[in-house]
């Protein structure tokens, strides 16, 4: 979502009213009375972190996509005036930094990337080998869900899809001056070669409104469960830090190669239901399309950089990880919530 002039959750509110009170701070121009942030964080994110409370990380996670939402806010709203309060920059770099330790905790060693020569061979077969790249979501999408189960999917990946122009312009700013094209070409593709009505935004929504499905304008955040919710700011996270800007490009590496596989599945899924290659245009162009952007992400960009700069390996393979992990999650859980439909 953007040029909000209030910030949205998918959470109502927590045991420990973090989340009400997040809101009323990021919304209001009234100070927040009787409220002690740093305290509260810090104790969600013991028990998130420290003793893997789902919940836990589910309130911190919300907090931290609210705190991302500023950045993508209506200029006017009050929430822009509040993106560098040292409230609100406490709390995002409290979780942020709680959050990368506990998603890298089991990577107990960085395997030795100096020896790959082909550091995009490296990381394609990262992709391959993680259960990320051939989750069962996609083969019970083609062969066995229900229209309703498929809606359920387009309804969740609106959120991110909506945004997704965004989060390839912020790979733009500050890039190495001859990755600049390639991620020039990508951004263009993202805004339809300038047809305002083949965008990708536009060609998503007109997904959702071939099916007579109604995008609320919370884009369906309400859906959102911890997985989601760390898997949307496992974009923002590299896309608003300088220092975790590699790990962006190796989030959206690892997005644009996963897609293509994923969606001719799903495209197979709802012709079997009767729609037509017309219905679910936004998804046939990424069959195509985002085979070229995987390569131009690992082949021209990330290559680039690293012939540069060696010790960027480690990040972008942070990154890869990142996105795949996140990912898993999603789809675990959306799977999950998917048979509940049954
Ligand atoms: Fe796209
Ligand atoms: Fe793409």
Not at 202 to 228: F, G
């Amino acid at each position: 979502m953007f040029n909000n002039l209030t910030i949205k959750t998918s959470l109502k509110d927590d045991e420990y009213n973090l989340t009400k009170n997040l809101l009323s701070y990021l919304n209001t121009d009234y100070p927040v009375q009787n409220f002690d942030f740093k305290s509260t964080i810090d104790k969600i994110l013991k028990k998130a972190y420290q003793q893997h409370s789902l919940s836990a990380q589910e309130v911190a996670q919300n907090a931290l996509f609210l705190i991302y939402e500023i950045n993508l806010a209506h200029p006017l709203s009050v929430a822009a005036k509040k993106q560098y309060d040292p409230i609100i920059l406490y709390l995002r770099q409290s979780i942020e930094h709680q959050w990368l330790n506990y998603e890298f905790r089991d990577l107990k060693e960085i395997p030795d990337l100096t020896k790959y020569d082909n550091f995009d061979d490296f990381l394609t077969s990262v992709w391959k080998k993680h259960p990320a790249s051939h989750h069962e979501l996609f083969d019970f999408i083609q062969n066995d869900a229900s229209k309703e189960q498929v809606f359920m999917f387009l309804k969740s990946d609106s959120a991110l899809n909506l945004i997704f122009f965004d989060l390839v312009a912020y790979t733009l700013i500050g890039a190495q001056p001859e990755t600049r094209g390639t991620i020039s070409e990508n951004l263009w593709d993202e805004i339809g070669h300038g047809d305002n009505v083949l965008t990708h935004v536009n060609l998503y929504k007109d997904v959702l409104k071939r099916q007579n499905i109604e995008l609320p304008d919370n884009h369906y955040i309400d859906l959102y469960s911890v997985e989601a919710l760390s898997g949307h700011n496992a974009f923002m996270i590299g896309a608003i830090n300088r220092c975790h800007y590699y790990k962006l490009l190796g989030v959206m590496a690892m997005t644009e190669v996963l897609d293509p596989p994923q969606y001719e599945k799903l495209v197979k899924g709802c012709k079997r239901l009767g729609l037509i290659d017309r219905d679910v245009l936004y998804y046939n162009e990424h069959i195509t399309i985002d085979i070229k952007h995987g390569a131009d992400w690992l082949q021209t960009v990330i290559s680039s950089i690293v012939s540069h700069y060696p010790e960027t390996k480690k990040e972008f393979y942070l990154g890869s990880l990142l996105r795949l992990q996140t990912a898993q999650r999603y789809y675990d859980h959306l799977l999950c919530e998917m048979k509940k439909l049954d």
